[in-house]
């Protein structure tokens, strides 16, 4: 059935609910402290880190940072020998990589990605001339504690973006608790 509306006398809006037998459904205010909590569902991500990446068989990492500005987190030039993980490892491969990238936090990543752009050079003939060269992407990591979680892009972090010629990569990781029936 139905529901009926109408507008009381403060011009809000109402809305009646009726079973299947025509009775009216009265819902008798309840109190948030006597109710069972079962889930939080919605929200934002807890934290995000953020990162800019330049790769290419034949990169230049010198000429990454002296354009960029700025230092990278980790960069190694292709046929050149680097750490791999934490373990001392290292490795050498035929292809190079520039990265810079952002602590892991609570930040809102609007805030992250604009104060990545803000430490590196607004000269979009640069952004031009590395990402014609080199395969270049932002990388945001999105860490969440329950499900159903969201973010936003801000259109003038996408225009950050679009101006730069850079592609974004979502990783998303579930960092909350297991709730299954394993025994």
């Known amino acids: 059935m139905e529901p009926v509306k109408n507008v009381d006398e403060n011009e809000k809006e109402i809305t009646r609910w009726f079973d299947e037998n025509g009775d009216e459904i009265i819902h008798e205010p309840v109190n948030p402290d006597d109710m069972e909590h079962i889930c939080v569902i919605g929200g934002g991500f807890e934290e995000f880190s953020v990162g800019i990446n330049f ?7 010198e000429e990454i940072t002296n354009l960029l500005g700025h230092s990278p987190s980790s960069a190694w030039n292709p046929n050149e020998r680097h750490s791999m993980g934490n373990a001392g490892r290292t490795r050498m491969t035929n292809w190079g990589k520039w990265w810079l ?7 809102d990543l609007n805030i992250k990605l604009r104060d990545l752009f803000d430490s590196l050079t607004a000269d979009l003939d640069i952004w031009k001339l590395l ?53």
């Open 101 to 107: 990238h952002s602590e892991k936090d609570g930040i």
């Open 55 to 61: 790769y290419s068989k034949k990169l230049d990492k």
């Open 131 to 183: 990402t014609s060269k080199y395969e270049s992407w932002v990388d945001v990591a999105g860490y969440m504690q329950n499900w159903n979680r969201e973010f936003v892009l801000k259109s003038d972090v996408m225009k950050l973006l679009s101006d730069r010629n850079l592609e974004i990569v979502f990783d998303i990781y579930y960092e909350g608790e297991d709730d299954s029936d394993e025994e």
